[in-house]
């Protein structure tokens, strides 16, 4: 008998539909241990014996951690499968610490996605805890506590402020220093022009380029005056260009530009984002079998598996054709261990197969938005910029110069996925000759 044991407790119902009755899935339910309060200045840290931690178990875990110690000890093997990240694999080595397994030899499993094929290659490829990862974890959990502890204590003394922190601390000053900028700012006046033109019914706004002495900026009504002045009542067309521009498609979604995206789309917090993310990750249940819909969500990183993009390369060739399947991936990638958290992939969905629209009736109203942005992000990126025509009319008025522009999409490249969380739209403006 095997004991797995992860993070979540929604994840043990997932994978509990994948492993057979040799294993017993169970929940740590997060991290159960953490810095103590004793010692010099409360950091529960021995500061002068080379920062050596001193964690004691949550006193809300304790339960957890005594039903944990009980199954250890009825089965012949116990399997870490804590979440991919820093947070995750610290919380391996508290659960192995805790319940005195042999910390360098106990099996660890890492999987980005919670799907059969995952958890059984995961299975079959065990690891063993990272202690450079644990290391990494425990220097930020202390310096949060230094930090947090020291500091906030001098404070609250010093200067009657509640709290300082390793994070919130840095922020302050950046929004301090951009407050300094804004207040060294010395306004000055600019104006901007436009015109109103007829042609047949149609009523044109044209954008003021440059005076007939060349100079684009103006600075005052006094010169706005005089410009409206030279112009006469017909303007000439002096130029007319089109070119043709590319628009790319944007990489896969990583942690930030997800929560970005979905404040801007849907107006969601970062909470909440993450909170419907971590759903869709666990598992839902779609024709009564659990299934984990989206790759691991706290992600710095930007490339994805081989194994899905060969699958998706496909998917889009079958819907869409050749033609919208890009040659090469996004060269804008991070590069390799540039801050990036092990293995990680981007988020994405786990099987391209499984649309937005054929899922839908299993996902809540917020749940299949944020699963159908994520699912459109990864398959746009593997597909083909998207073409615009841009026609630039250029018009003389009295030695002035203005312009009009107009856009037409000669080819839709990534938008057939994504266009619908895009706002870009043609601008339709009618032909125009020189003379």
Do not use: C
């Amino acid at each position: 008998m095997k004991l797995l044991i992860v993070e979540s407790p929604t994840k043990t119902k997932t994978i509990a539909t994948y492993l057979g009755k040799d294993y017993t899935i169970a929940a740590s339910k997060g991290n159960i241990r953490d810095l103590s309060t004793s010692g010099k200045g409360g950091f529960g840290i021995d500061i002068e014996n080379d920062f050596t931690g001193r964690y004691i178990i949550d006193k809300n875990k304790k339960k957890t951690v005594d039903e944990l110690r009980k199954l250890s000890k009825k089965v012949d093997t116990v399997i870490i499968a804590t979440d991919p990240d820093r947070e995750g694999e610290a919380i391996a080595w508290h659960l192995a610490t805790v319940l005195e397994l042999d910390v360098d030899n106990v099996k660890r499993l890492r999987f980005h996605e919670i799907t059969k094929d995952a958890i059984l290659e995961a299975i079959e490829n065990p690891d063993t805890i990272n202690m450079d990862l644990v290391a990494s974890q425990e220097a930020r959990r202390m310096l949060d506590r230094i930090m947090g502890f020291g500091l906030s204590n001098f404070l609250q003394k010093k200067a009657a402020l509640k709290s300082a922190g390793r994070v919130q601390s840095a922020v302050l000053k950046i929004i301090v220093d951009k407050e300094k900028e804004i207040e060294a700012f010395i306004p000055e006046e600019y104006w901007v022009l436009s015109i109103d033109i007829k042609r047949d019914n149609d009523t044109l706004n044209l954008r003021f380029v440059k005076d007939s002495s060349g100079k684009s900026k103006i600075a005052n009504k006094a010169e706005i005056d005089k410009i409206t002045a030279q112009i006469p009542t017909k303007i000439e067309v002096i130029d007319v260009k089109k070119r043709t521009r590319k628009i790319e498609p944007s990489l896969p979604f990583i942690t930030s530009s997800l929560q970005q995206e979905a404040s801007y789309k849907f107006g969601y917090t970062s909470r909440k984002t993450m909170m419907i993310a971590q759903q869709l990750y666990e598992g839902v249940t779609i024709n009564g079998e659990q299934i984990g819909l989206i790759t691991y969500m706290r992600t710095d990183a930007t490339n994805m598996s081989s194994s899905f993009i060969g699958k998706a390369s496909n998917y889009i060739i079958d819907q869409f054709g050749d033609n919208y399947l890009r040659s090469t991936q996004l060269k804008r990638t991070l590069k390799a261990n540039q801050s990036v958290q092990g293995a990680h992939e981007a988020i994405r969905p786990t099987n391209v197969q499984r649309s937005p629209d054929s899922i839908k009736n299993a996902l809540t109203e917020e749940q299949f938005k944020i699963y159908q942005l994520i699912y459109a992000r990864a398959l746009a990126s593997l597909m083909t910029a998207a073409k615009e025509e841009v026609t630039t009319i250029t018009f003389n008025g009295g030695g002035n110069e203005f312009s009009l522009e107009g856009v037409k999409t000669v080819f839709e490249g990534y938008r057939m996925v994504y266009g619908l969380f895009e706002s870009r739209k043609d601008k339709e403006i009618p032909k125009f000759h020189v003379g």
